[in-house]
């Protein structure tokens, strides 16, 4: 069976990279942003697009790395 994991709750870099050697590649908590009302969601995924599109980066709320 193959799952995929995303981690909830990272707030520090260590357990980031705790994850990352484990090979868990999805996070998500207040490392990589801090909570946001639901009506402040489309707002900052059409900024965090716009920013993707200007400098091809990976967005900051997921780790590929």
Known sequence: MKLNI????VKKEYQR?????KKILLHQGSLYSPP??????PIK???????NLSNDS???TISHS
Do not use: M, R, T, Y
């Not at 995303?6 to 709750?9: E, F, Q, R």
């Not at 946001?36 to 969601?41: K, Q, T, Y």
């Open 45 to 51: 995924l059409q900024a965090n697009n716009h920013k």
């Open 36 to 41: 946001i009302h639901a009506s402040e969601f």
């Open 6 to 9: 995303i981690a909830d709750g």
């Open 58 to 60: 990976v967005p900051s």
């Open 17 to 21: 990279k705790k994850l990352i050697n």
